[in-house]
């Protein structure tokens, strides 16, 4: 009976000792209840993501919170090792941060997480968004003009010398120059397909011209080797 309880209080000993690897959830009333929200903004490229905890019953200290990013194209399910992470604080305090190097017009998804004094990590929901449109990216503000990106489409604002749809009309009395004027990028995005195109074939018949040059001056090395 002496043997049987000190080959008991080992076995107890070394399950309560083992070490967790890091990034391992445990199931277990020591870890907390995570919920995440986000906004993506109107500059596009930016979203904020908010992140809540509930502690439960544990005594365990929160010593880190933050968020686990992926695109949504990827079949992972994001987490500390394989996503980028953004650490925000500690605690158990409601936590957000604002990111602002994201693509536009593109899906990512993410997960709040917590790390708990024992190393181990506990995930919110996981959560998809999808970034706005960058309206600036085609330059559609004309002669100098800077470019906001809104929801709705490109704002521009014109130098003192320019005013109108783009930023694209000479100033006049009828027209005051540095305002803010609304543009349809989508003009501008046509224009510089266009332009793409008119670059592409001159580029072809370049190399059409360059080839019968060559061609030419072949035939002609040939008639003289003949005479």
């Excluded at 783009?166 to 305002?179: I, K, M």
Aim: aromatic share 10%; glycine share 6%.
């Amino acid at each position: 009976m002496y043997k049987l309880a000190i080959i008991f209080l080992f076995f107890s000993y070394y399950a309560n000792s083992q070490v967790v690897p890091m990034g391992t959830i445990i199931k277990g009333k020591r870890l907390p209840t995570l919920n995440s929200d986000n906004t993506p903004n109107e500059n596009n490229r930016s979203a904020t993501l908010s992140g809540s905890i509930k502690i439960n019953d544990s005594k365990l200290s929160i010593i880190e919170n933050g968020f686990v990013v992926l695109l949504s194209s990827d079949s992972r399910t994001p987490d500390v090792i394989n996503a980028s992470k953004y650490s925000v604080g500690i605690g158990i305090a409601d936590f957000n941060i604002t990111i602002n190097n994201f693509s536009s017009n593109t899906s990512y998804k993410y997960r709040a997480y917590a790390k708990n004094s024992k190393g181990e990590y506990a995930y919110s929901q996981l959560i998809t968004f999808t970034t706005f449109t960058d309206h600036c990216e085609v330059n559609p503000c004309k002669n100098g003009a800077s470019c906001t990106s809104y929801f709705s489409g490109p704002e521009c604002k014109c130098t003192v010398s320019f005013c109108g749809d783009c930023c694209a009309q000479l100033a006049d009395s009828s027209c005051p120059g540095g305002g803010e004027n609304l543009c349809d990028a989508s003009r501008f995005s046509q224009i510089n397909i266009n332009q793409k195109i008119i670059k592409l074939n001159e580029g072809v018949a370049s190399s059409f011209s360059w080839q019968n040059s060559q061609l030419n001056t072949n035939q002609i090395s040939v008639s003289k080797i003949q005479k």
